[in-house]
Structures are given as structure tokens and as C-alpha cells.
């Protein structure tokens, strides 16, 4: 506890610093608080949802470093409840059209994707490219920033939805590197980033010295602002082991994975919310309805039990809530930046909603 105490406090000094050097557009709070002055503020996003549809954006297969072929895969999340999988084979796009059986089946979509690996500066750099039209493959790069550069823009080019992989993967990604890539219009293009991998090597709850992936997501909202360079975390399983005991550990499936704001489970509703960033990120916690009016933002957990925390800038807790039953509800109370909601049912399961900006 006193080490993560120690990268937390360094952590939320680095921010601080971010936005001094900045300059916050709502000014210098007067007490020491992320969060800005205390003024008159609105959600910049309404909404009220309750139709999910599960999916995981992280997946591979035989075709690439995975034990399982494309099918069996697919089946596997079929059978288990999802509606939609994107397979991500390393610099591979695999084409749904492969999966002919599955589409007499109109409650599950097969979404295309592709992991474009790179290195640079001796470490690896991934960029899951989702709902793209055509493969793009990975290379070797000057820098790290570089690299994220290319990548997200040749995503985008497709008119597809980039999703920046374990940043703590071999240690690869710093809130440094993500930052600069988003001054200079990399992560900025970016729609989604991992919070949570189901991988056991890619470090997600960081170390004694790093921090975690959910910490480096508020450093890059803290600093560019949920409405600026707004950036929607998710959890994966990054599974690469579907047989029991083809490896140990294993990074094996239904461990992470989002619920995007859909009412079909289309490839083009799906791709439309992942864009958007319409979704929120799970290890197992469910929502049963989520709803964000002019000030207040409210979470109605699936679980009984479940403790609620609305989390600002810097990854402040503003306020913990826990309940029986029910809904949580935080309303604005003047100089928040953003508000999410980080959900912890009592088996340690989670879920974290999307960051939600705020507007005068």
C-alpha cells in the first residue's frame, strides 16, 4: 500500500504539473483541487442506457500466435454470451466474410480487426485496428510516439477505430509517450486505450514504481480534458489460449470485456459505438441502466453490494457511494473537468464507465 501510495502522489503531481503548464481554461482553484474552481457546470453528453450488447475487442487466433483456429474462436464467444468478437491477429485483418456460417445468426457479429505490431526504441508498440477495410501490417520505428503516429493515422484512413494496446506491455508506454502522441494529433486520434487486459503479462495494475493502466488513462484525460483529447478506456482478454493447459498462465477468454450503447448487435451499430466511444469496460460487473442528465451522473449495478466510486481528474475519488440495491447517483458540484464511475462488486469484479466531460 505505501508503494502504490507513493506512484499515486507522483502521479497526481505529474498531472498537476500537465495542467499548470497548460493553463486550465476554468482557471486556478484556490484550494488544492484537481478539479478548478467551483462554477456553474453541465454534462456536455446526455444520455439514459439500457441495452448493452458484450463484446471483446482483443482476440487471437491460429493465424497468428493463438492456439485455436478463427472458427473454434469465434464459437466460443458465440456460445458464451457475447455478441460480438473482433479478431485481432498480429498485423493480420481477418475478414467476417470467412465466418459464412454465422451469418444467419443476427444476434452475433464477427468485427474485423487486426493488431498492427511495431517496435520502437527496443519495446513493442500495438494498435488494434478495428473496423477496418483492409490490412496494414506493423514495422520498426524511430521513436515510440512515432510509431503510435502511424499507426492510429493509417486507421483512421480506413475510417476504422483505433485502440491503443497494454501500455505497460514490457513496459513499453509511459504517460509520457501518450501524451506527446496526443499533442502532436497521435493519441488524440485514438478512440479507445486498455484499462484492463486479462493478459498476465502486460503489467495492468502497474507496480511499486508504475502505475497501473487506469492511472495513465486519467493522465491523458487530467491533461487534455475528457472533451479534448476524450479517450474511452475498455478491458480485453488479449487471449491468446482457448485449449486448457497450452500455456501457463494462460491469457484465456471471458476475462475483460466492454458493453457497448447498441440496440443490435450489427457490425455497423457496433463500429458506430466503438467510434464514439459508447461503451463501458468490465471484468465482470454489469450495468443494468446508465444514464448521464444535465448534472448528475447515475449508475444502476447489476449486483447487490457493489460500491460505487466517481473518479475526477488526476484519478481523485470524488465521491464513494455503496449500495444494496439500487441506483448511484453523483451530481455536479462546481469545477470538475470529467466525471466516470468505477464499479466494484464484492468478488472484486469491476466495471468503469466512459469519462464524461463537462461544459459551462
Known amino acids: 500500500m505505501r508503494h502504490r501510495g507513493r506512484w499515486l502522489a507522483l502521479l497526481l503531481l505529474g498531472a498537476a504539473g500537465i495542467l499548470a503548464l497548460a493553463g486550465s481554461r476554468r482557471g486556478a482553484s484556490s484550494a488544492p483541487s484537481l478539479e478548478g474552481p467551483s462554477r456553474p457546470l453541465r454534462f456536455e453528453k446526455r444520455l439514459d442506457?439500457?441495452?448493452f450488447q458484450r463484446g471483446n475487442l482483443h482476440t487471437h487466433t491460429s493465424r497468428s500466435d493463438g492456439d485455436s483456429a478463427p472458427l473454434d474462436v469465434v464459437r466460443w464467444y458465440r456460445e458464451h454470451g457475447y455478441a460480438f468478437v473482433a479478431l485481432t491477429d498480429h498485423n493480420q485483418r481477418v475478414d467476417p466474410a470467412m465466418f459464412q456460417e454465422l451469418r444467419r445468426a443476427p444476434d452475433f457479429t464477427v468485427v474485423p480487426?487486426?493488431?498492427v505490431t511495431m517496435t520502437a526504441e527496443g519495446r513493442p508498440v500495438h494498435v488494434n485496428a478495428l473496423c477496418t477495410r483492409r490490412t496494414i501490417g506493423g514495422g520498426h520505428f524511430a521513436t515510440k510516439g512515432e510509431?503510435?503516429?502511424w499507426a492510429i493515422g493509417r486507421v483512421r484512413a480506413q475510417g476504422g477505430?483505433?485502440?491503443i494496446n497494454h501500455p505497460n506491455f514490457d513496459w513499453a508506454l509511459s504517460a509520457g509517450d501518450l501524451l506527446g502522441a496526443a499533442r502532436r494529433g497521435g493519441a488524440a486520434g485514438a478512440e479507445l486505450l486498455e484499462i484492463w487486459s486479462g493478459h498476465?503479462?502486460?503489467?495492468?495494475?502497474?507496480?511499486a514504481t508504475r502505475p497501473s493502466h487506469e492511472a495513465l488513462w486519467d493522465t491523458v484525460l487530467t491533461a487534455g480534458g475528457a472533451s479534448g483529447w476524450g479517450i474511452a478506456g475498455v478491458a480485453v482478454d488479449d487471449m491468446h489460449q482457448l485449449v486448457p493447459g497450452s500455456s501457463s498462465p494462460p491469457a484465456g477468454p471471458g476475462r475483460g470485456f466492454v458493453e457497448v450503447?447498441?440496440?443490435?448487435?450489427s457490425s455497423a451499430a457496433i463500429c458506430s459505438a466503438l467510434a464514439r466511444g459508447r461503451l463501458y469496460a468490465s471484468t465482470g460487473a454489469r450495468l443494468r441502466r446508465l444514464s448521464v442528465a444535465e448534472?448528475?451522473?447515475s449508475v444502476w449495478p447489476a449486483a447487490a453490494g457493489a460500491v460505487v466510486e466517481f473518479v475526477?481528474?488526476?484519478g481523485r475519488v470524488l465521491e464513494r457511494q455503496r449500495l444494496l440495491t439500487g441506483r448511484a447517483t453523483y451530481r455536479l458540484r462546481g469545477g470538475e473537468r470529467y466525471v466516470r464511475a468505477r464499479i466494484t462488486q464484492p468478488d472484486g469484479k469491476r466495471a468503469w464507465t466512459p469519462a464524461y466531460a463537462t461544459v459551462e
Do not use: C, N
Open 200 to 207: 498476465p503479462y502486460v503489467h495492468t495494475r502497474g507496480d
Open 161 to 163: 477505430v483505433a485502440l
Open 49 to 51: 442506457v439500457e441495452v
Open 261 to 265: 450503447f447498441a440496440r443490435e448487435a
Open 295 to 297: 448534472d448528475a451522473l
Open 113 to 115: 480487426g487486426e493488431e
Open 312 to 314: 475526477g481528474a488526476g
Open 147 to 149: 510509431a503510435l503516429r
